[in-house]
């Protein structure tokens, strides 16, 4: 088996980045529990949930400019769509915002695809 390593597109490292500012970005002391600017956002009554859902369409733009294939692009726009419902619910979606991270899933589906890409099997 031949393991080829490819570095990931600059679209994804933008996604990354983005990803990380809206899920993970600060951390509550002590117990290191990670957060981003999506369940602050959510609590704006309203608009809050429809501007990170906006923001996370950016994510998964980003991802599917790197290459990310069409046929798969449901699976991430499910991801959004699930946030927004939820997240739209008072109280409940509050505390779903910090928990859910979407954007942080979608970039995970989106780097495991891009690794099995880079991954070239050969015959034994």
């Not at 704006?44 to 790197?66: E, K, M, N, Q, Y």
């Not at 290459?67 to 991430?76: E, H, I, T, V």
């Not at 899933?105 to 070239?120: D, G, S, V």
């Amino acid at each position: 088996m031949h393991i080829v390593t490819k570095e990931l597109p600059a679209e994804l490292k933008h996604a990354e980045k983005l990803a990380s500012l809206m899920d993970d970005r600060f951390r509550v002391p002590i117990i290191g529990y990670r957060f981003g600017l999506d369940p602050m956002i959510g609590l704006i009554p309203g608009a809050g949930d429809v501007v990170s859902a906006v923001i996370s369409l950016f994510i998964v733009r980003a991802i599917t400019r790197a290459g990310f294939p069409r046929k798969l692009l449901l699976q991430l726009l499910i991801t959004v769509f699930l946030d927004l419902v939820i997240g739209g619910i008072p109280v409940i979606g509050d505390i779903w915002d910090f928990f859910f991270k979407a954007n942080r899933r979608n970039l995970k589906i989106a780097k495991r695809y891009f690794e099995e890409q880079a991954t070239y099997s050969g015959k034994l």
